[in-house]
């Protein structure tokens, strides 16, 4: 079967969570003998067709304007998909439903469509008539949590199937807690907080920076280690300066994927303050690390993270509140270790090979009744 994947950004220029789900969906489909095209905008230094880990890369340039741009980008890919001829074309993120829809009505090629979380929940220009036509045509549509289902269906009233993000397990088997330490210059009894994701409004990071105030007054030897960049990292650093943290919060910049295992080997406490989700692979990532997650209690999140279980949720904007649950983890070893345990184990749970093995029933039954 010939596979054709449409999504807005790629590695290795956008490392966000649709991009990173969307590079392991082709890899682990590729795996499986799959042909699988994976079709993007270009990013400059990089070549307009690739191959990369046993899958082809097509990647679009067009203009950098309104309306103008998009469009042009939506036909180009549509002329792409016409040289591929794929048995299915599959669309990550619902804003690229327009190529997929173009491709039913003129290449006669069903398509899925999978909600991705920012496109479902946010505002966006054309967003009501672009995400209607998109999901009433399509042959199937996949959302990643039972929250974002529903949110989708006040669009579009018909089924959606939920099927969530995976994890590559064996990127966090026999990582060095110590080394990792060491490198990040963590004391012996230094308990380390992680956050790993991009630095927006939505992310509420700095609702995370407010709560290490009320942390540091309760224990001196913890630090907030925050991985990632993005627009709100100038204001969010003048925070820290106006709490007096710098000496208890590090700035670490953008990584690569392929590091986040190490540098959660080295935490105790993953947090994620979000004012709005989809399925954050972060989480996921936190849990095969055997992390206790303090996230808060918005959108998909609740069913994933279970109070006491696997972590705590807290409500959104509340560093109060967020500080007394890192606290209770850091302070209460046994807690700690009992919820790591739990996690390690619901990790296995959602795995990419079982995600793959749902996705391909759905494209087999589309392809079948045709």
Known sequence: MKIAILVP????????????????????LAKREYEVHVITSLDKGLTKDSMEEGFYAHRIGFPKVRFLGITIFWLKALFVLKKINPDVVHVQNIGMGIPGFLAKKFLRKPYVVWGQGSEVYFPWLFKKPISKLALKNANAVIALTEDMKEEMQRTCNRDILVIPNGVDLERFENL??????????????????????????????????????????????????????????????????????????DFLGQISNEEVPRYMAAADVFALPSLSEGFPIVILEAMASGLPIVATNITGLPEVV???????????????????????????????GRIAQNNKQRAKDYTWEKVIDRLEQVYQKIVAAL
């Open 306 to 336: 279970h109070n006491g279980e696997n972590g705590f949720l807290v409500e959104s904007k509340n560093s109060i509140e967020l500080a007394e649950k890192v606290l209770l983890l850091l302070q209460d070893n046994e807690l700690r």
């Open 176 to 249: 060095s807690r110590d080394m990792m330490r060491c490198q990040l210059r963590a004391r012996a009894d230094e308990r380390l907080v992680i956050f790993v994701g991009r630095f927006r409004l939505e992310k509420g990071v700095r609702y995370l920076i407010e709560a290490m105030e009320t942390i540091k007054q309760e224990r001196q030897s913890v630090k907030l280690i925050l991985v990632g960049e993005g627009p709100e990292e100038a204001a969010l650093k003048l925070l820290v300066g106006q709490l007096d943290l710098a000496d208890c919060i």
């Open 9 to 28: 950004l790629f590695p290795p220029r956008w490392i966000a969570g649709t991009e990173i789900a969307t590079y392991s969906i082709a890899k682990h």
